[in-house]
């Protein structure tokens, strides 16, 4: 079992940034690479990015790509997400995720078995 909490969500003027940050405890967090996905109110979840265990892959939806960097500390059992020139559309709840699989960068949820309980972003314009 992994336990995931996120957190530095809030209210960002367009054009601006945020660092999301997704605490892990439990099983060996370096085991799992991690994802960050990203969910509004009526529209399927939505992959945003994601890491390898190592840290040394990772992948981008095409609409984040250039402005968004997902890292991690394994030392620390964090994975971080770095969102630059935010957009109105990056309004969603923001949800870390863990996979088992340690080299996989996937973007698809149903390979990411653990969930946090996801932290608002709101992008004014």
């Known amino acids: 079992q992994v336990q995931l909490v996120e957190s530095g969500g809030g209210l960002v003027q367009a054009g601006g940034s945020l660092r999301l940050s997704c605490a892990a405890s439990?099983?060996?967090?370096?085991?799992?690479?991690m994802g960050w996905f990203r969910q509004v109110p009526g529209k399927e979840r939505e992959f945003v990015a994601a890491?390898?265990?190592?840290?040394?892959?990772?992948s981008y939806s095409d609409s984040v790509t250039g402005r968004f960097a997902i890292s991690r500390v394994n030392a620390k059992n964090t994975v971080y997400l770095q969102m630059n020139s935010l957009k109105a559309e990056d309004t969603a709840v923001y949800y870390c995720?863990?996979?088992?699989?340690?080299?996989?960068?996937?973007?698809?949820?149903?390979?990411?078995?653990?969930w946090g309980q996801g932290t608002q972003v709101t992008v004014s314009s």
């Open positions: 439990g099983r060996t967090f370096s085991g799992y690479s």
């Open positions: 890491i390898t265990s190592s840290g040394g892959s990772t």
């Open positions: 995720a863990a996979n088992p699989n340690r080299y996989s960068s996937s973007s698809y949820s149903t390979d990411y078995y653990y």
